[in-house]
Nanobody, 130 residues
Framework: QVQLVESGGGLVRPGGSLRLSCAAS????????MGWYRQAPGKDREAVSC????????AYRASVKDRFTVSIDTAKNTMYLQMNDLKQEDTGDYYC???????????????????????WGQGIQVTVSS
Protein backbone atom coordinates (compact mmCIF):
# COMPACT_ATOMS: atom_id res chain seq x y z
CA GLN A 1 0.00 0.00 0.00
CA VAL A 2 1.20 3.45 -0.84
CA GLN A 3 2.12 6.03 1.76
CA LEU A 4 1.93 9.73 0.97
CA VAL A 5 3.80 12.57 2.63
CA GLU A 6 3.09 16.24 1.93
CA SER A 7 5.56 19.09 2.32
CA GLY A 8 5.99 22.69 1.26
CA GLY A 9 3.23 24.45 3.14
CA GLY A 10 3.60 27.63 5.15
CA LEU A 11 2.59 31.25 5.48
CA VAL A 12 2.42 33.42 2.40
CA ARG A 13 0.99 36.84 1.61
CA PRO A 14 -1.90 37.29 -0.80
CA GLY A 15 -0.61 37.20 -4.34
CA GLY A 16 2.30 34.98 -3.37
CA SER A 17 3.18 31.45 -4.43
CA LEU A 18 3.83 28.09 -2.81
CA ARG A 19 4.64 24.67 -4.18
CA LEU A 20 3.34 21.66 -2.32
CA SER A 21 4.94 18.26 -2.75
CA CYS A 22 3.45 14.84 -2.20
CA ALA A 23 6.02 12.05 -2.02
CA ALA A 24 4.73 8.53 -2.67
CA SER A 25 6.31 5.41 -1.22
CA UNK A 26 6.07 3.55 -4.53
CA UNK A 27 5.96 4.22 -8.25
CA UNK A 28 3.64 7.16 -8.76
CA UNK A 29 3.03 6.11 -12.36
CA UNK A 30 1.33 2.97 -11.09
CA UNK A 31 -1.20 4.89 -9.03
CA UNK A 32 -4.48 5.10 -10.94
CA UNK A 33 -5.37 8.59 -9.87
CA MET A 34 -4.16 11.17 -7.41
CA GLY A 35 -5.71 14.27 -6.03
CA TRP A 36 -5.21 17.34 -3.90
CA TYR A 37 -7.84 18.27 -1.34
CA ARG A 38 -8.05 21.05 1.20
CA GLN A 39 -10.04 21.82 4.30
CA ALA A 40 -10.47 25.32 5.65
CA PRO A 41 -11.28 25.86 9.33
CA GLY A 42 -14.95 25.14 9.96
CA LYS A 43 -15.58 23.98 6.41
CA ASP A 44 -15.92 20.66 4.64
CA ARG A 45 -13.03 19.13 2.77
CA GLU A 46 -13.06 20.03 -0.92
CA ALA A 47 -11.22 18.87 -3.98
CA VAL A 48 -8.63 21.18 -5.46
CA SER A 49 -7.15 19.16 -8.29
CA CYS A 50 -6.73 15.63 -9.60
CA UNK A 51 -4.40 13.85 -11.97
CA UNK A 52 -4.56 10.53 -13.79
CA UNK A 53 -1.19 9.21 -14.91
CA UNK A 54 -2.57 6.72 -17.42
CA UNK A 55 -4.01 9.46 -19.58
CA UNK A 56 -1.92 12.39 -18.42
CA UNK A 57 -5.05 14.36 -17.55
CA UNK A 58 -5.39 17.01 -14.86
CA ALA A 59 -8.46 18.85 -13.64
CA TYR A 60 -8.94 21.78 -11.29
CA ARG A 61 -11.56 23.25 -9.08
CA ALA A 62 -13.07 26.29 -10.77
CA SER A 63 -11.83 28.68 -8.10
CA VAL A 64 -8.19 27.66 -8.58
CA LYS A 65 -8.11 27.14 -12.31
CA ASP A 66 -5.43 29.24 -14.01
CA ARG A 67 -3.69 29.74 -10.65
CA PHE A 68 -2.80 26.19 -9.59
CA THR A 69 -0.92 23.57 -11.61
CA VAL A 70 -0.48 19.90 -10.75
CA SER A 71 2.44 17.88 -12.06
CA ILE A 72 4.32 14.69 -11.32
CA ASP A 73 7.97 13.71 -11.33
CA THR A 74 8.09 9.98 -11.96
CA ALA A 75 11.79 9.78 -11.12
CA LYS A 76 11.09 11.15 -7.65
CA ASN A 77 7.65 9.53 -7.25
CA THR A 78 6.36 12.94 -6.29
CA MET A 79 3.30 14.96 -7.21
CA TYR A 80 3.41 18.73 -6.99
CA LEU A 81 0.85 21.48 -6.68
CA GLN A 82 2.16 24.84 -7.80
CA MET A 83 -0.04 27.54 -6.33
CA ASN A 84 0.24 31.07 -7.69
CA ASP A 85 -1.63 34.28 -6.94
CA LEU A 86 -2.75 32.86 -3.62
CA LYS A 87 -5.82 34.32 -1.97
CA GLN A 88 -6.95 34.31 1.64
CA GLU A 89 -9.67 31.84 0.73
CA ASP A 90 -6.96 29.34 -0.26
CA THR A 91 -6.03 29.00 3.41
CA GLY A 92 -6.46 25.52 4.83
CA ASP A 93 -4.94 22.13 5.39
CA TYR A 94 -3.96 20.52 2.11
CA TYR A 95 -3.96 16.77 1.58
CA CYS A 96 -2.79 14.59 -1.25
CA UNK A 97 -4.61 11.36 -1.93
CA UNK A 98 -4.37 8.25 -4.09
CA UNK A 99 -7.53 6.68 -5.39
CA UNK A 100 -9.60 4.57 -7.75
CA UNK A 101 -11.54 7.25 -9.60
CA UNK A 102 -10.45 8.58 -12.97
CA UNK A 103 -9.64 12.26 -12.79
CA UNK A 104 -12.28 14.50 -14.35
CA UNK A 105 -13.84 17.94 -14.04
CA UNK A 106 -16.77 16.28 -12.25
CA UNK A 107 -14.52 14.73 -9.61
CA UNK A 108 -13.00 18.04 -8.60
CA UNK A 109 -16.10 20.18 -8.83
CA UNK A 110 -18.71 17.88 -7.30
CA UNK A 111 -18.73 16.94 -3.59
CA UNK A 112 -18.48 13.33 -2.49
CA UNK A 113 -15.77 11.90 -4.71
CA UNK A 114 -13.24 11.90 -1.90
CA UNK A 115 -14.71 8.55 -0.81
CA UNK A 116 -13.00 7.04 -3.86
CA UNK A 117 -9.57 7.97 -2.57
CA UNK A 118 -8.08 5.17 -0.45
CA UNK A 119 -4.86 6.67 0.81
CA TRP A 120 -4.29 10.10 2.28
CA GLY A 121 -1.30 12.02 3.43
CA GLN A 122 -1.15 13.61 6.86
CA GLY A 123 -1.92 17.05 5.50
CA ILE A 124 0.02 20.29 5.48
CA GLN A 125 -1.04 23.77 6.44
CA VAL A 126 -1.21 26.67 4.01
CA THR A 127 -1.97 30.11 5.41
CA VAL A 128 -2.51 33.08 3.14
CA SER A 129 -2.50 36.26 5.15
CA SER A 130 -1.14 39.78 5.05
Amino acid sequence: QVQLVESGGGLVRPGGSLRLSCAASRSISSIYAMGWYRQAPGKDREAVSCFSSNVGFAAYRASVKDRFTVSIDTAKNTMYLQMNDLKQEDTGDYYCAAGRVQCSETVVNTPGWDAWYDKWGQGIQVTVSS
